[in-house]
């Protein structure tokens, strides 16, 4: 009795035994699941196994932007459809939002008192209300745009309807490779003059116009060439046919909805986070720069922003996370992402829920995970290096 | 020598309405045109917006003095060029934006619940609360009476669970996830800092998948491999359901939390705590908990707002919240056409839980700033 009690008054004892104890605890469950469902799967006649991947989804998706589909398809091809849509609204809305939350964070600190005020009422709008029905309401507003045949024109190329945006579709040809090129080696080479530029300056203090220089490189001489080689590149319009366009590129209202929500809530969110980061670079830095002379404009670029991005970029990185996340909600409009597509529409039809939820959670993780690791090594290149 | 100096001008005035005007929107000539460009835009769009909202709006009767039973008689309906929102519709259908299908005779039942909500919460909001000891012993057996007052027993008849909506589930979703996730935040948030490997790694993996995953996904899983994962017999109601898997989603982000509260505590304390002989348990419960969990009251409510917004979700696996009653009533043949004003009012009544939350939670920040440093250095 009394050794034993000594026993489990060890340390090292008790830890191995407590540990022991939950692993069995947890696999005993494991097990317990595993069984039941086998079970359960069984009985209802439900197959498991990834077979079903293979087999023609028998349904269509509206917007597939980058890959052609048809309702012969198979469910792999959903599943990829439904990435890169999500892909596709994630990343042009955590652009979006970026930039918009910037612009609303510097001008909640504005003095005019007014612009402050009104992106203060702004910020606290849209981060009270559910984004779920942000994208509803969107969606709403959206839908209740004419109709095809009484549709907005813009410039007599772009229509707006309660059908989306319909706009010209670029279509390359063989020539325009050139160009390609061109632009590629354009921001490559600005990207070195950018380096030489600022060791120069370090050494000499003569500045160089980087901004023109980069800018003549990406933008003139793709022009020039564009138009030496007799411009390569047409437009496809879109045409009324019968009660609907053809051609042309079409951009959806489920996107537009989900786009729109998306980086206006957002940004509300990242708003705040760069007004706090801006706080938190003490005044004396805004005052010795305006001592030694600097524009107000090269004050917040040069002085204030780089200070403040270190403080900025972690909140900002899982605000980046949580849009990516969100974005799931576009099931709610029918915006035919990984949730909606797959883990929807393909679950319901095969039955195989637990196959389809990992696939969809693991795709998840995996967007999650690449999110964070390229933003911690963002975030490493920005923090305060000491020499 | 002796000439005389001119007086000098006043200086321009910085105080008062002029001098506050002069620095806060006419300071120099941009900020003077942006100023006057603000207050044209406001100028178009505020009037507008209050005709609409209030001026020419409906809320029982039509411009003809009827009462507005479906949207034909809306007032913008019988003539476009009169008339804004018909707010008629959330007067009609008040009843199920807060109870939902609740039998009405049986509704007295969620109106007491909703009031012993009311004063279960005083305690926790309100620390200086005279006979804050009796309130708290309430709060704690509120969730017990609430749960029969509700669902029915004790001769009560039983309600189930399909006919609860609105603003009742909106609610029970928001107060059981965030009621129930905290108990298992601080679990999991001791687990991940414990010095035994396993049980942190578990924690860590736990936490680390719900967050790397969006809630829908989750509530997916509640909802299709939840049952398949229960033995025969066990039938889960849908509420529940739902419930485990928002509690699972709100449990990892309340661990990271308190997890965020423990890491400012000083080993001091642990050490401290240690000397005196204190076991794990008790060091943790007495010593640590305590202050941890003072400091991260205002990221708890936060993370809570977020939680409270997102129980919106539950209308996509088929529940019906306050915004899925909104979106239900839309459906209605004779509400068609009503999103702006239903949306509205929706938007309302979540806007003024949140903003009051939050609120509640800058003022908690500003009073822990002001209060005692916990002797951390």
């Known amino acids: ?387 | 020598m002796n000439e005389k100096i001119e007086s000098r001008k006043p200086p321009v005035a910085t105080t008062g309405i002029i001098g506050w005007l002069r620095i806060n929107l006419f300071f120099n000539w941009t900020n003077s045109l942006i100023t006057i460009f603000v207050i044209y835009c406001l100028y178009q769009f505020v009037p507008w917006i209050l005709d609409w909202t209030l001026f020419s709006a409906d809320f029982k009767y039509n411009y003809l003095g009827q009462q507005i039973t479906n949207q034909e008689m809306c007032s913008r309906n019988l003539d476009p060029e009169n008339g804004g929102a018909c707010w008629a519709v959330i007067y009609v259908r008040f009843y199920q934006f807060i109870y939902g299908f609740y039998p009405r005779e049986e509704v007295w039942r969620v109106n007491i619940s909703y009031v012993m909500l009311a004063i279960a919460l005083l305690p926790l909001l309100i620390t200086k609360l005279p006979y804050r000891k009796i309130f708290l012993n309430f709060t704690y057996i509120f969730p017990i009476i609430a749960y029969f007052l509700l669902n029915g027993g004790f001769g009560l008849p039983d309600i189930s669970t399909n006919k609860w909506g609105g603003l009742l589930v909106t609610l029970v979703l928001g107060c059981t996830g965030i009621a129930l996730a905290f108990p298992i935040g601080v679990l999991l948030a001791l687990g991940r800092r414990s010095k035994l490997p396993v049980i942190s790694m578990m924690c860590v993996l736990f936490i680390e998948f719900i967050r790397g995953v969006p809630l829908i996904t989750l509530l997916f899983f509640g909802m299709v491999m939840l049952p398949l994962f229960l033995p025969e017999g066990i039938d889960m109601d849908g509420l529940v359901r739902v419930l485990v898997a928002v509690t699972l989603f709100q449990s990892a982000y309340m661990a990271e939390v308190i997890r965020g509260g423990l890491q400012a505590i000083p080993t001091g304390q642990y050490e401290a705590a240690r000397s005196l002989g204190m076991s794990y348990w008790r060091m943790n419960f007495q010593i640590i908990l305590p202050q941890a969990i003072r400091i991260s009251i205002p990221p708890i409510v936060n993370t809570s707002i977020g939680l409270f917004k997102d129980t919106t979700l539950v209308i996509i696996v088929g529940l019906l919240d306050l915004l899925g009653i909104g979106r239900g009533t839309l459906a209605d043949t004779n509400w068609l056409g009503l999103s702006y004003e239903i949306y509205f009012f929706v938007s309302l009544v979540f806007f003024i839980f949140t903003f009051g939350m939050s609120r509640y939670s800058l003022y908690l920040e500003k009073k822990l700033k002001t209060g005692i440093n916990m002797g951390a250095d």
């Not at chain 1, 489990?8 to 692993?23: A, K």
């Not at chain 1, 590629?184 to 203090?205: C, E, H, N, V, Y």
């Open chain 1, 1 to 387: 009795m009394r050794s034993n009690l000594n026993f489990f008054s060890d340390e090292r004892f008790r830890s191995i035994f407590f540990q022991t104890l939950v692993v069995g605890l947890f696999a005993l469950g494991i097990f317990f699941i595993v069984q039941t469902t086998a079970y359960n799967l069984e009985k209802r006649n439900i197959a498991t196994g990834w077979r079903f991947l293979s087999d023609p989804a028998g349904f269509d998706i509206s917007f597939s932007p980058f890959l052609e589909f048809k309702s012969t398809d198979t469910h792999l091809k959903v599943y990829f459809v439904g990435v890169l849509n999500t892909l596709l609204v994630s990343i042009t809305g955590c652009i979006a939002a970026t930039i918009l939350g910037f612009l609303v964070g510097i001008i909640r600190l504005s003095s005019n008192w007014l612009l402050s005020r009104i992106s203060y009422i702004y910020v606290e709008f849209t981060r009270n209300v559910p984004l779920l029905l942000q994208i509803i309401l969107w969606y709403s507003i959206l839908i209740q745009l004419p109709r095809v045949k009484q549709s907005l024109q813009i410039l007599d190329v772009f229509y707006i309807s309660n059908r989306g945006l319909y706009s010209p579709r670029p279509i390359f040809e063989s020539g325009f490779t050139y160009i390609f090129i061109a632009i590629i080696l354009a921001l490559i080479s600005s990207f070195f003059i950018r380096r030489w530029a600022k060791k120069r300056q370090d050494l000499t203090g003569d500045q160089y116009p980087v901004f023109y220089t980069s800018f003549g490189l990406i933008f003139i001489i793709p022009l020039i060439l564009f138009f030496i080689l007799g411009s390569p590149m047409s437009f496809e319009y879109p045409e009324m046919k019968g009660f609907n366009f053809k051609g042309g590129l079409v951009i959806r209202p489920e996107f537009i909805a989900m786009f729109l929500a998306l980086s206006i809530y957002t940004a509300a969110f990242i708003s705040e986070t760069v007004r706090a980061g801006i706080l938190s670079v003490t005044k004396g830095q805004r005052e010795a720069s305006a001592a030694l002379g600097l524009k107000q404009s090269w004050i917040m670029r040069l002085i204030i922003i780089p200070q403040a991005l270190r403080v900025i970029v972690p909140p900002l990185t899982s605000q980046y996370l949580n849009l990516t996340k969100n974005s799931s909600l576009g099931i709610a409009v029918g915006y035919a992402d990984l949730v909606h597509g797959f883990g929807g529409i393909s679950l319901n039809q095969t039955g195989q829920a637990i196959e389809c939820m990992v696939i969809v959670m693991a795709t998840y993780l995996t967007i999650s995970l690449t999110i964070s690791f390229f933003m911690n090594i963002y975030n490493r290149s920005i923090q305060f290096k000491e020499k």
